[in-house]
Every structure is written in C-alpha cells, then in structure tokens.
C-alpha cells in the first residue's frame, strides 16, 4: 500500500520534472468569433433581431463575455504558467489578426481585455486599460477585400475553390442527400412561409435564424417542432462537412494552404529566434476552423465548431533543444495524421506540409494565368512593333478581301452574262444562279 503510494508519488515527481523540462515557445491561437445575431432573416413575423444593415453578424453582448472569460484562461496559461508573455502588453510578444467583420474584430479585443486586464497597462487611462493593435482586411457592406488567410472560401477570393465548391454542390452525393431531405425541406417552407425550397448549399439561410433563436432560448417559430429543429441541425452539420472537400483534396489543400505557410514561417522565426512574436491570435470564423481541421485530418463527425472555439498550435522545446508541436481544439489533444502520437517534430510538420499544400496557390487558383509560350507575333516579327505590325496586318486583309470580292463578282457576272447569253439562246430560266449570285451580295 505505502510502497505504490510511494512509486506514484515518484512516477509523478518524474512526469512533471519531464513536462517542467519543455518549454513553451510559441503559441499560434486560432479562434471563432462569440455568440452573434443572425446573418440571415426568416420572412416576418418570425425575426426578433434588428434587420438594420449593421446589425446583422454582430457580436452580442454575450459573446464578449465568452471571449473575454477566454482570454483570462490564456493570460492565466500564457503569462503565469508558461511566462511566454509579459504580463503587460509588450509589442514585440503578441501580433493579433482578425477578419475584417465587426464580430470577430470585437471578439479579438474582448480576448485582449482579459489577456490583459485593466489594470495592466497605461496609468494614464481609465482603469489602467491597455490599448492592442488588430490586424484585419476589411470585410464591410461597403468595402470587402479578399482574406486569403483567413477567408480563402469567399466567393472569388481563391477562383478555383469557388469553382470546386459549385462542382461539390452539382455532384450527386449532394442531389441524393438533397432528395432524402425533400419532404424535411418541403416542412420548412411550409411552415416559415419560405418563398424557395432549401437545399443543403443553402440550408444556412433557415438554420442560421433558428440556431439564434434556439442559443438565445427563443420560441420556435410556431409550428415548427424540436425534433424538426434538431433535423435542420443536422442538415448543417452535413453542409460543413461537406464544403470543406475531402481530407487532402483539392480544395482542402486550396483552403488550408495559406495559414499553413504562415504558421510555419512563426514556426521558423522562432527556431531562428527572430519572431515576429510568441504569441499570434487569429480571430476567425467557425468555417475558418472547420476547413483547418478537415485539412489536418483531423474533423470530427460531428458539430464541433461552437462559439468562442479555441484550436491551438504550440511549439514546445525539449530539453535536448529540440522543437516540436503540439495541436489542442478546446483543450482537446488533437493526433495529426503524420506525426507521431501527440506531438509533431518540425520535420514531420515539413513533411506533412509538402503533402498537403499547394505549391503556387496564386496559379492554382487562377488568379495568375499558367505560364505560356513566349507571342509568336513578337518573335518572328521583333522589331516591327505590335501595334505598327497588327495596322499592316488588318490592312493587308482588307485588300485581299476586296480583291477576292472582286474577282469573284467578276467571275460571277461572266457566268452570269455566259448563263443569260445561253438561257437566251435556248430560252430557259436558270433559277439556281440567281440564288448564288443573291447570296453572294448578301455576304
Ligand atoms: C518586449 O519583449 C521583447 C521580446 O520578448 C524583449 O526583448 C523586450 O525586452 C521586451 N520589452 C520590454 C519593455 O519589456
Ligand atoms: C512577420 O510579419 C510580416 C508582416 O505581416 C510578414 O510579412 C512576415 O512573414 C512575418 N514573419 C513571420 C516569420 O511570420
Ligand atoms: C484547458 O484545461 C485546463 C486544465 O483543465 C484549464 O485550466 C484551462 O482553463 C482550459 N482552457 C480552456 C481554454 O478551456
């Protein structure tokens, strides 16, 4: 009894002298955004939230919350556990990035302010409160510029996934899953009063008022039973599923290419030890992690993406000095296909990322054309310039068009002349000539 007390005492004197040895290097901290209203209306008398252009995707007063409970439990492990950060604001430790909306630009700083809390920063503030810059491309009604790192799904940002994703919505797959849920589809649009018929491209657009309405503990819509809600919530569940491609696709690769290249440029900035920081948020949206995941191999089957989702690359250093990563969704170890058991040495990271990203996502996307043969007209005709050279081309055609027109009309007309001279001879219409020669001042 006293002797295996005895050896767990010391088996955990041991793990913990392991765990004590490595330490924590640098923290890449991918997050969606907290509880927000909706980005879609049901037709009235249905809405409870304000229709106001700018109300609509905002984050509530509950997401901040969600948020700002978030960024206390990584100040707790980033500054008092791990010392990664200061614990006040320093420029050279933490790079925040956010989509360009209002929400998930509004999560960012309510993290930050349970990073770090008033009190932390500058004394010549109310409460002592510590302003912190947030990087973002603006996504607004009146401006959207392309994300490509956090946002590489919008429509047109990556052509080629816009274009996979059409070919994913149009496969049969998705016709027969869509057949299977008609009469579901069908009970919606009945009962909302919809003027279209879902589908699973577009099931959001009911999913996402209700999936609010359920979060905020509002009725139904009348009509509209449990069991009916949850098989809406299935029907998302499929679509999320769905629109991220299959694990090393195509399109997975298209979608996950750029965030893996830039965490793996941290990656080596820190190895290098010359970082841009220790500590990199990106406040994102639950489609950002849900393609991540699917393009780590890693999606679960299930719902998995919540509000305020945390998924978490750590760079560890052992005692050897050497470096390797260690993958988290909400506190959860994550097993990268590629990499041995829990942690991923940077090799196997290197490895698994020549697998599973593309080479020139610029090109594979079709946003700069493939390269092609040098202009034939450059080259045989150099020093003529192009434009000089088409002027001669263009008239040179013309002539030759009249010319052709000219002898042609001339031949016509001896036939003709030759036909009438004949016809006159023998007395006889020739109605077939006639046609040609019409046609022919026709053209
Ligand atoms: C800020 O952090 C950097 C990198 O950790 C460090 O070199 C520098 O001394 C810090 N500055 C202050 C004022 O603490
Ligand atoms: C540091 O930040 C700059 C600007 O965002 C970026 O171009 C560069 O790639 C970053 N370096 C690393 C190592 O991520
Ligand atoms: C993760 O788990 C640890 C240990 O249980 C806990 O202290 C921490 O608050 C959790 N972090 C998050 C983000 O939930």
Redesign the pocket.
């Known amino acids: 009894m006293q002797k295996s007390l005895i050896l767990v005492v010391l088996v955990s004197l041991l793990v913990s002298c392991v765990v004590a040895d490595d330490t924590l290097e640098l923290a890449l901290v991918l997050f969606r955004h907290g509880d927000r209203t909706p980005l879609h209306y049901l037709p009235d008398p249905y809405n409870i939230f304000s229709k106001a252009p700018r109300q609509t995707g905002q984050l509530t007063t509950i997401g901040q919350k969600q948020h700002f409970d978030?960024g206390t439990?990584?100040r707790?492990?980033f500054v008092d556990q791990h010392s990664l950060l200061s614990s006040s604001f320093n420029n050279s430790q933490i790079l925040v990035r956010s989509t360009g909306t209002d929400r998930t630009i509004m999560s960012a700083y309510s993290n930050l302010l349970g990073l770090y809390p008033p009190g932390t920063g500058n004394p010549d503030l109310p409460d002592q409160i510590q302003p912190v810059p947030i990087r973002s491309v603006s996504h607004t009604p009146w401006e959207n510029l392309p994300d490509r790192l956090l946002r590489p799904f919008d429509l047109g940002t990556c052509p080629r996934i816009t274009k996979l994703r059409s070919e994913i919505f149009a496969s049969s797959a998705v016709k027969a899953y869509d057949k299977s849920q008609a009469g579901l589809y069908n009970t919606l649009k009945t009962k909302l009063g919809l003027g279209w018929t879902p589908s699973l491209e577009h099931i959001d657009e009911v999913y996402d008022p209700l999936m609010v309405m359920h979060f905020h503990n509002n009725p139904m819509p009348a009509g509209l039973t449990a069991a009916e809600y949850e098989a809406v919530d299935a029907v998302h569940q499929h679509l999320t599923h769905t629109q991220v491609g299959e694990y090393k696709s195509e399109i997975s690769k298209l979608l996950g290419t750029n965030i893996g290249r830039e965490w793996t440029s941290e990656i080596d900035a820190v190895m290098a030890g010359t970082p841009n920081a220790t500590v990199v948020y990106y406040s994102a949206h639950d489609s950002t992690i849900e393609f991540t995941l699917r393009w780590l191999g890693v999606f679960p089957d299930t719902r998995v993406v919540p509000y305020a989702s945390?998924l978490e690359v750590d760079l560890w250093k052992n005692d050897d000095g050497d470096y390797y990563l260690h993958f988290a969704f909400?506190?959860d170890t994550l097993s990268i296909p590629g990499c041995t058991g829990d942690k991923c040495t940077v090799a196997e990271w290197k490895a698994l990322m020549d697998q599973i990203t593309v080479k020139d996502w610029d090109s594979a996307c079709g946003l700069v054309p493939a390269p092609t043969p040098a202009p034939v007209v450059k080259t045989v005709h150099s020093g003529i310039p192009p434009l000089v050279f088409v002027v001669v081309v263009v008239v040179m055609l013309v002539g030759m068009g009249v010319m052709c027109v000219a002898a042609f009309s001339a031949g016509v007309g001896m036939r003709v002349w030759k036909m009438k001279h004949d016809s006159d001879k023998k007395g006889v219409e020739e109605p077939l000539l006639a046609d040609v020669v019409e046609n022919d001042t026709l053209v």
């Open positions: 978030l439990k990584l707790y492990k945390l909400n506190n």
